[in-house]
């Protein structure tokens, strides 16, 4: 018991706690709030495996903007109640059944293969270095140039899509 | 091709003419007749008649030139299979050679008489058309005569003895539509099946003795089997007796004797040179050839040799007492032809070949001659009836009787049938016909055996040999001649002399030269045939010709004896016949003198002794009753309705029905097909409810199934 | 000797994605089914960067980059159609969206 092993599970803790919110939560904007604690949670997980550029770019990209697009459409139509009849009234018990089974697997899965000799370390003050990032920066723009230039295309039509698909016909 | 060594002189090159020369005149009226006039297709037919007598008389000849050897000429290979060899050879000796010139010399003459004869004939039948065909048949007899006599085997006899049998079919049922009347009616072909039937019945004998010499002497061919032949009489002669008497059977249907001559009779349904050529002077003498052509057989069973004698005997007693009873010119003769054969028969029988051959060919001339005089005689009444109808029917024309003016057949015109063949309607017929009525007598006196006549000399040497070894013989033929002398007798009187009995016969006229000329001819071979083989020293000429085939035999002298017995009777007969018959003429319509002093015994010569009859009740009628039962019950009842209709049908459409269609196809099969096919829609009813369209249990289910991914791969 | 061992890492990870997982399946908001996509997606992010950690590479991070870079693409598009279905159907839920029905 250590105190990397502590911090972690406080932190496991709080990140099932705040999905568990967000997926039972009644209020949308409250499903919102919580799935973007769940973000800066696993955000400071990326800060304890040293990778401090995803750590930021999490908390930028994911939390920052995504949540906030999020948070747009759910005021725009979020607020809206679901009645409360149900066409499918045996999803809920069989989707609780499933993921309890699923748990179960992994969780068995995971202990039977487990190798405990691969631990991860909490990283030193060299990983916030420049040469860090840098040399991350080049094996990015190296090794998986193609994916990062498919990538830019896809946001491009990402974009592009979604000002179509909005687009309104002019009345008249 | 190939003739045997010994010949170096002769025509015997010439031998295939013998049957070719009638086929080319049967072919060329069959092809070109319908372009021909009557006189020409006559005389094509004629002259092809006449030139196989032409080569018969150039083969004879050749034959005395090799001093009757034989010669043995192969024209053709027929059939060979294993240790079969059968060919087409002519054999020319003696007998083979006396045959032929009869054949095709009486042939021939009768051609030419048949030429006047059926241009009237079909005349006053309205056939015209039908006079080329006669001539083509006679042509085709000639031929397949010829094939008879001229065969080196009895398989080759035998084609020809079938092909005459054919021909005395077609010929006999030549007006097949008629009855000798000139009604509609099947009695003509009836009577016409009746000679083939019967025949066949002969056949049949014929055959199984062929079988059986085939089978234990190995060949058909003459020379063969009568060199085999001895052998086997000493090791089996049952094989030799049952060969014989089965030939008898074949020669009784062809030759008329008892107990298959019924179709003779009939067979006087045929146009009168029908009768003459065929049923008097050739056909019905194959069987007699065939005897003599086996004597080398016969000498050898003398049990058998005696059967056969004895059917002859009888034979020509029987057919002598039915003559007397008869009323029709041509049935007389019938029944006299008959009576002769039974004579030659029983020549053969008891030996004496020569005696049989030559009254054989005498019989030929005379029979032929009365047969084409009676003809005459009948047509003579037609023209008669035909003159005196027309007259009639101007006469009545008048009074409006009804009749019709296109047809004159018999029956328009009279209330009854005309019947130009009854003697009850002729009568004092030498005063209208004269060259015909001492035609007629020369015949007669040549049957009854009168001297000098031919008949005298070869009927005096049967009954000479029969007196000599076989007494009961010589009786039956001794009252059978009697009985020959007294018929012809009451026929001379009955046609001739007296009163004219009916119109026709006051009005009938001579017949045309084209008829009466082949009659003189024979008329004169009847008068000096005898001297073909007199009973003197050095005057046996056919004995001493034929004995170059048959083995000699010593000639007989003159028995005055045996010749002074048969001659009295013969007049004795003719006296009692003028006695009742020409001394007080019948009138017309009276009735038969004899009837009332016989009584019942004049009713059954009357009715052929009701044989027919006999053979009707025994034979056909069961004979039709059981084929009838066969076909009705047995065939058609219980076969084809019961086995077929019921029973298989019946199973099959029970099969098909019920158990196939019912059970298993529609309760089996389908249901099994249609299950297939509801069994189909229920899964997919069910299935269908997965695509809810629900996004969110698709989504469960891709959940589910990783679940089960990892639960697999967990338990593997 | 600080160290968690990674299982740990990959543990929670199995366990937020069956929360996503779940929150999809239960969830009639289109909106909330998203997020817990988005969730599951983190879920996944955070098994590559444990695992990079520990094999000392950067090849997870940059999968990660990728990953959250892609997944703002989507989140982009997705919410586009989730408000032109709203102004089709007047309402959000998401069992409405049934006409696939088969």
């Known amino acids: 018991m250590n105190s990397d092993l502590i911090v972690f599970i406080v932190l496991a803790i709080v990140s099932i706690a705040t999905a568990l919110g967000m997926v039972f939560s009644r209020n949308a904007v409250y499903s919102a709030l919580f799935l973007v604690l769940n973000f800066i949670t696993v955000a400071v997980f990326y800060l304890l495996l040293g990778a401090p550029f995803i750590a930021m770019s999490q908390v930028t990209v994911y939390a920052g903007a995504i949540m906030v697009l999020f948070l747009f459409v759910i005021m725009l139509l979020g607020a809206e109640s679901i009645s409360s009849t149900s066409d499918l009234p045996w999803q809920k018990p069989l989707a609780f059944t499933l993921a309890l089974v699923l748990v179960v697997e992994s969780i068995y899965l995971i202990v039977s293969r487990a190798q405990m000799d691969r631990v991860i370390t909490a990283p030193d003050a060299s990983i916030n270095t420049v040469e860090n990032l840098r040399e991350m920066a080049l094996t990015l723009y190296s090794q998986y140039l193609l994916p990062f230039e498919i990538t830019s295309i896809l946001l491009l039509v990402a974009m592009v899509g979604a000002i179509v698909l909005t687009k309104q016909e002019k009345a008249g | 091709m190939h003739l045997s060594e010994s010949v170096s002189t002769g025509f015997f090159f010439l031998a295939p003419w013998l049957v070719f020369a009638p086929i080319t005149g049967l072919l060329i009226n069959a092809i070109f007749g319908k372009y021909f006039s009557e006189k020409v297709v006559g005389t094509v037919a004629s002259l092809a008649s006449g030139a196989a007598f032409v080569v018969s008389v150039l083969l004879a000849y050749s034959v005395s030139l090799n001093h009757g050897e034989v010669v043995r000429w192969q024209f053709a290979e027929w059939i060979h299979v294993g240790t079969l060899q059968l060919d087409w050879t002519f054999r020319m000796d003696s007998l083979s050679t006396t045959m ?9 003459l009768i051609h030419i008489y048949a030429i006047g004869y059926m241009h009237e004939d079909v005349r006053f039948k309205h056939e015209e058309g039908r006079f080329t065909r006669f001539f083509i048949f006679l042509n085709l007899f000639i031929a397949a005569m010829m094939i008879l006599v001229s065969g080196d085997s009895y398989m080759m006899l035998f084609v020809g003895w079938e092909g005459v049998g054919l021909c005395s079919f077609l010929l006999i049922g030549f007006w097949y539509e008629f009855d000798t009347l000139g009604r509609s009616s099947w009695a003509n072909s009836n009577a016409a099946k009746k000679a083939f039937i019967t025949n066949r019945v002969g056949d049949f004998g014929f055959l199984i003795a062929g079988f059986l010499m085939f089978w234990y002497l190995g060949s058909f061919q003459f020379d063969e089997v009568f060199k085999a032949a001895p052998a086997i009489a000493e090791s089996a002669p049952w094989v030799i007796v ?41 056909m019905v003498t194959a069987g007699v050839y065939l005897v003599t052509r086996s004597a080398a057989i016969y000498t050898l069973v003398p049990q058998a040799q005696y059967i056969v004698a004895m059917v002859g005997a009888g ?9 007397v009873g008869q009323y ?7 029944y006299s032809t008959i009576s002769q054969l039974g004579f030659m028969v029983a020549a053969v029988g008891m030996g004496a070949y020569v005696a049989g051959m030559f009254h054989l060919i005498t019989h030929a001339f005379f029979k032929a001659l009365l047969f084409l005089s009676a003809g005459s005689v009948i047509l003579g009444l037609e023209r008669g009836h035909h003159a005196h109808a027309h007259h009639a029917a101007h006469d009545d024309h008048g009074k409006g009787k009804k009749k019709e003016e296109k047809n004159h057949g018999h029956e328009e015109e009279h209330g009854e049938v005309f019947d130009p063949g009854d003697m009850r309607n002729m009568g004092g017929l030498r005063k209208t016909m004269p060259v015909t009525f001492w035609l007629y007598m020369i015949g007669t006196l040549a049957l009854a055996g009168i001297f000098p006549f031919a008949g005298f000399w070869s009927k005096d040497e049967i009954l000479l040999d029969a007196s000599l070894h076989f007494p009961s013989v010589y009786w039956q033929l001794t009252i059978a001649a009697f009985f020959t002398a007294f018929y012809m007798g009451r026929q001379i009187w009955m046609v001739f002399f ?23 001819v024979l008329a004169v071979l009847s008068v000096v045939g005898g001297a073909l083989n007199l009973p003197f020293e050095g005057f046996h000429n056919l004995g001493h010709w034929l004995g170059h085939t048959i083995g000699e035999v010593e000639g007989l002298p003159l028995n005055l004896q045996v010749a002074g017995i048969s001659t009295a009777l013969a ?57 009838a039962f066969l076909a009705d019950v047995i065939d058609w009842r219980f076969w084809h309705d019961f086995v077929h209709d019921t029973v298989i049908l019946g199973t099959y ?23 297939l096919g509801t069994a189909t829609q229920s899964v997919s009813a069910t299935l269908r409810k997965l695509q809810n369209g629900f996004v969110r249990s698709y989504a469960l289910s891709v959940l589910l199934g990783v679940v089960l991914i990892l639960g697999y791969l967990i338990f593997k | 000797m600080n160290s968690v061992p990674v299982d740990y890492y990959v543990l929670l990870s199995a366990i937020l994605f069956t929360i996503g997982a779940m929150g999809v399946l239960i969830r009639r908001n289109p909106l909330i089914i998203f997020m817990s996509i988005e969730l599951m997606l983190n879920a996944a992010n955070l098994v590559f960067v444990a695992y990079a950690s520990v094999f000392k590479s950067f090849s997870g991070q940059i999968f990660v980059f990728f990953v959250i870079a892609v997944a703002a693409a989507e989140v982009a598009v997705g919410l586009a159609l989730i408000v032109q279905i709203f102004k089709a159907k007047k309402n959000i839920n998401i069992d409405e969206l049934n006409s696939l029905k088969g």
């Open chain 2, 315 to 323: 034979t020509a007693l029987f057919a002598a007492t039915i003559a």
């Open chain 2, 571 to 627: 007049l004795l007969a003719i006296l009692i016949s003028w006695f009742l018959y020409g001394r007080n003429p019948l009138k017309a319509g009276q009735i038969d003198p004899l009837k009332k002093p016989l009584g019942f015994v004049f009713t059954g010569m009357e009715n052929k002794w009701f044989v027919d009859e006999g053979y009707f009740a025994v034979i056909i009628n069961p004979f039709k009753k059981i084929s």
């Open chain 2, 100 to 108: 032929m010139l009869v054949v095709s010399g009486v042939g021939t």
């Open chain 2, 653 to 675: 459409n029970w099969l098909s029905e019920i158990a196939l269609n019912k059970y298993a196809d529609q309760k089996g099969i389908d249901a099994f097909a249609n299950w």
């Open chain 2, 498 to 520: 007296g009163e004219a009995r009916s119109d026709a016969a006051k009005h009938a006229e001579e017949s045309p030269k084209v008829m009466t000329v082949p009659l003189m």
């Open chain 2, 242 to 282: 049952a060969i014989t008497l089965f030939m008898l059977v074949g020669v009784a249907g062809k030759s008329a004797q008892i107990p298959l001559y019924i179709w003779l009779p009939d067979a006087m349904a045929g146009p009168t040179p029908v009768s003459a050529l065929i049923h008097a002077a050739t």
């Open chain 2, 328 to 334: 029709d010119i041509k049935k007389v003769l019938a």
